[in-house]
């Protein structure tokens, strides 16, 4: 698979690459450079494949040139063996695709699992070490250790807000023979992110630590998450009949831009709905809009290391046919005030509890249907983190919460061993030399 910029078609580099080396000198973000025609693949697929075979047959598929079949199965099945996206069928015409399934219950498990294991992959052919940092709270922050604890060319640094480190096994740390090293700084998150964002824009740094990203920013975090769209048709491929819509929470945009890569790949899908924000909305004729597109990208600010947008990527798919835009994304206006209603309407109609942003992009289905034809189709719910990190919150909306498994039975105390830092850089090179010298 060949990679280009967002602001320089020109620059093509291989996968291997744009992992270990994730974010272009232009200051843009990697994007596939062609549409990959996987029809064959997709069409092969059916109801009794499994997550992990699914995940394997893609992950082929899409790089063949640079990784074996063998090597390919491998990645996938060492990430994927015994988690699997979970699709429930509400009625005649809407299904759930539940994220949360994963090690932890956050939807960002199966991506960091799938990226975790392919630059280990990566590491190993190239006989090089790797180090990620990234600027986490206590739930991003246990799903990246899961996924990246015990990797044996890999290094973890985990800055977090003072306080919200929870969760973490000492086992893993490196002071006691691990390779993660949790830290919180005397700040708020985006204290965290600016010193990670400053480490990131100095390219020395960066180069004489190999420092890579686990976020969306890195290709090799996002494209994993194409493979829920094609889960979700072969499970659903023999029950329907008519158009096929995907309702997907906004967030950082990275479950879309998934998604459309997933129909750039030949997944039969006929749009996209989603929540407006600021950043993506419709204009006075109902059509979709990105804002950013408004300013030149040479006026732009370089990708953020720290806290990812797809805003950009997105704007590629579409710039040689911006009509496209309008046919395939439908954001719908849906206020934060409404998501308990959302949410009590989801659990009186369904018997399911919603998380926030599901419930957004539950209401925006209730916002589009009649511009699309739902009821003539079938529209796929996207739900993301467990409802149970908002067990409070769900059970003051519905009457009812849902029940909390064991694996998020949680208490928040304070990890042994973690220290508080300033909010300046010079600990966190310091932190970065430690690791290096080991």
């Known amino acids: 698979m060949e990679l280009i910029s967002t602001r320089d078609p020109s620059h093509i580099v291989s996968f291997r690459q744009a992992v270990l080396d994730c974010i272009p000198s232009d200051g843009g973000l990697y994007v596939p450079a062609k549409e990959e025609d996987l029809r064959r693949w997709i069409m092969y697929m059916d109801e009794n494949t499994s997550f992990s075979s699914i995940a394997g047959t893609l992950t082929s598929a899409l790089l063949q040139e640079e ?29 759930s695709l539940e994220l949360y399934t994963g090690p932890t219950g956050c939807h960002k498990d199966y991506g960091f699992l799938w990226f975790a294991s392919a630059l280990e992959h990566i590491l ?14 206590g739930i991003t922050g246990r799903s990246l250790a899961s996924a990246m604890a015990g990797k044996k060319r890999l290094s973890l640094v985990l800055v977090y807000p003072k306080g919200s480190a929870w969760a973490l096994e000492p086992e893993t740390f490196v002071w006691n023979g691990g390779n993660i090293w949790p830290v919180e ?21 960066v180069e004489r630590h190999n420092l890579t990203l686990a976020n969306t920013t890195n290709i090799g975090r996002l494209l994993p998450q194409v493979f829920f769209y094609m889960y979700a048709f072969t499970r659903i491929r023999k029950k329907v009949q008519g158009d096929i819509f995907y309702s997907v929470p906004s967030g950082n945009y990275g479950n879309l831009v998934a998604g459309l890569y997933a129909w750039k790949f030949s997944l039969p899908v006929n749009g996209f709905i989603t929540d407006s924000t600021p950043n993506l909305s419709c ?39 911006p009509r496209m835009l309008r046919g395939l994304v439908f954001p719908a206006e849906v ?22 942003d599901a419930a957004l992009a539950y209401g925006a289905i209730e916002q589009i249907g009649e511009r699309i034809d739902a ?12 409802p149970a990190f908002e067990a409070a919150y ?17 208490k928040k105390e304070v ?11 010079d600990f966190l090179r310091s932190i970065l030399d430690t690791i290096s010298s080991k």
């Open 124 to 137: 190993i052919m190239e006989n090089k070490t790797a180090t990620v940092m990234a600027a986490v709270d």
């Open 185 to 205: 700084v005397d700040g708020d998150l985006s204290a965290a992110e600016k010193l990670v964002r400053a480490v990131y824009s100095d390219r020395d740094l």
């Open 67 to 95: 990784f074996s079949p063998v090597v390919c199965e491998r990645i996938a099945g060492s990430a994927f063996t015994g988690y699997s996206p979970a699709l429930k069928q509400l009625d005649d015409h809407v299904f």
């Open 415 to 425: 990890v042994p061993g973690i220290k508080v830092i300033p909010a300046q850089g």
């Open 335 to 356: 206020s934060h005030e409404r998501i308990p209603d959302l949410m009590l309407d989801a659990y009186r109609k369904y018997g399911i509890f919603l998380g926030s």
């Open 283 to 321: 204009d006075a004729r109902g059509d979709c809009l990105i804002m950013d597109s408004l300013v030149d990208l040479s006026e732009r600010n370089s990708a953020d290391p720290a806290s990812p947008s797809n805003l950009e990527r997105l704007e590629q798919i579409f710039s040689l046919n």
């Open 375 to 386: 009821d003539e189709g079938s529209v796929i719910l996207v739900s993301k983190d467990h």
């Open 394 to 410: 769900i059970k003051k909306a519905c009457g009812a919460a849902p029940t909390i498994p064991d694996f998020l039975k949680l």
